[in-house]
């Protein structure tokens, strides 16, 4: 129930403190800065993601790697983000998600610099595996904590966030190998990935450091444990709202769970309550995984393959390609997302990609000034309006269709199914694009099709719908509140 304006909060149940961050009347204080320090370590994903994309060509002519091997060092961080995100998930509803956001930054510390330093094919792809175990664990947790330190009205935009912070750090790999292409030697070009991938030691270790100083467990995850007095104190410091609590202290909660446990909360994704908003984020995010990492992700390969550039043009494209038309797209995404949901940017940024990617394969192999130009407009427009629609909002979706309880299971799937689709992806992409070429763009654009029509299917929008009071007993919002409407 609302306090009159002025006096103390009261708090007597986890839905009160939902209702107090929701309303916004929980606002300032270190909120702002947890949000932002959530999204530094989604730049840390994307940048560790990105650093090695430029000298996988290198890394297989310098270890003389077979194809098989080759594809294992690109699909070895994925395997390694399926399997965080999975076990991560489940952990982050059970341990809390500071603790787990803590101690995954370990993970991109001593990985990154085993990579930097790896003598051969064993140690690299080991590494990057251990890489992609904090990755899967971090995404997750650091997009429940935008949602849950935000309120209810800038929930979408907040978490959509993550998208243009993706392509910034993406941007940034190929920045930092820019001017090492000018200080080290030619003959040691060969080398420029060690270096990239070494950096991401540095701003890993900023962020773990921050992130001790500030950050702070989530209070609604506190207050579904049954620890309410705890709740009031991460208020207190993070918001700088002092609450009452008008209940005894409750015991939190100990789990003590099996493996059926375990396979039950991830069994409630499929409940009927929650079955089509699963299936549809699961889609939205395979989907778009699958055409970024053909296309956004391989765009120093495509640039030098198809395009038949230079070195030096396969840093400057995706430097270009990330920084001007990925994060304006996503900064777009995100000024539209409470005004026009998760659905419908998925489906106009879908559209728009399958008539780029018919249009690149239409193009073909660019012979001259202008058609070379063409296809480098095209590509622009696919990075733009991935990262406006698709690129942010299976994610998004995941992240805000589960209440607090499992909004870490949720999200851990939702992340597991977009690393099923970029192992896929990496794993066809180079043999396609061998056999097919150019007509490679083609096959890609089965993609958004698939999103397209899952997306017809299911009009289910989770922007502005308060999913917490479910868990309080509530009736289920209507799946449709901003699907044919504006807000």
Request: aromatic content about 10%; charged content about 15%; some cysteine.
């Amino acid at each position: 129930m609302a306090e009159p304006p002025g006096t103390t909060p009261v708090i007597r149940s986890q839905q009160d403190v939902n209702d107090l961050i929701n309303s916004g009347r929980a606002k300032g204080g270190k909120s702002g800065a947890i949000t932002f320090i959530a999204l530094g370590g989604i730049f840390i994903d994307a940048y560790d993601f990105s650093s090695i994309a430029f000298g996988l060509k290198d890394i297989t002519e310098s270890f003389q790697l077979t194809a098989f091997e080759e594809g294992a060092v690109a699909a070895s961080i994925m395997i390694g983000a399926l399997l965080g995100a999975l076990v991560g998930g489940y952990l982050v509803d059970r341990l809390g998600r500071y603790k787990l956001f803590m101690a995954d930054m370990l993970f991109f510390v001593v990985a990154a610099i085993a990579c930097a330093v790896a003598p051969n094919f064993e140690t690299l792809t080991g590494a990057r595996l251990l890489m992609g175990i904090g990755i899967g664990i971090d995404f997750p947790v650091a997009l429940a904590f935008i949602a849950e330190f935000n309120a209810l009205r800038g929930k979408g935009s907040k978490v959509s966030l993550w998208q243009p912070m993706w392509y910034l750090a993406t941007g940034s790999a190929f920045l930092v190998l820019l001017p090492l292409y000018f200080l080290i030697p030619e003959d040691s070009h060969d080398q420029l990935w060690r270096w990239a991938v070494g950096f991401g030691a540095v701003p890993a270790l900023a962020v773990m450091l921050v992130r001790h100083k500030y950050m702070d467990e989530s209070p609604s995850w506190a207050a579904s444990q049954g620890d309410l007095h705890r709740a009031a104190g991460i208020l207190r410091r993070s918001y700088g709202i002092d609450v009452r609590v008008e209940q005894p202290q409750q015991q939190a909660r100990q789990d003590r769970r099996g493996l059926g446990d375990v396979l039950a909360e991830f069994g409630r994704l499929f409940s009927p309550r929650y079955r089509a908003r699963t299936i549809l984020a699961a889609t939205v995010s395979f989907c778009q995984s699958i055409q970024y990492y053909a296309v956004g992700f391989a765009l120093p390969v495509i640039i030098s393959g198809f395009l038949h550039q230079d070195r030096l043009t396969s840093i400057l494209g995706p430097l270009v390609f990330n920084l001007v038309f990925g994060v304006l797209g996503g900064l777009l995404g995100v000024r539209l997302a409470n005004r026009l949901g998760s659905w419908k940017l998925s489906a106009s940024g879908f559209a728009i990609c399958l008539v780029a990617l018919v249009c690149l394969g239409l193009l073909g192999t660019p012979e001259g000034t202008w058609p070379l130009a063409l296809s480098g407009l095209l590509l622009g427009v696919f990075v733009f309006f991935h990262s406006y629609g698709p690129g942010a909002q299976g994610m998004t979706m995941a992240t805000l269709s589960y209440p607090t309880s499992l909004r870490g299971v949720g999200g851990g799937f939702g992340q597991a199914v977009l690393r099923v689709g970029s192992m896929l992806s990496l794993l066809w992409f180079p043999t396609l694009s061998a056999s097919l070429g150019t007509g490679v763009y083609f096959a890609v654009a089965a993609a958004p099709v698939l999103g397209l029509i899952v997306l017809a299917l299911i009009r289910w929008e989770p922007v502005g719908v308060d999913v917490d009071a479910e868990d309080a007993g509530e009736p289920a919002p209507a799946p449709n509140h901003l699907i044919g409407k504006e807000k």
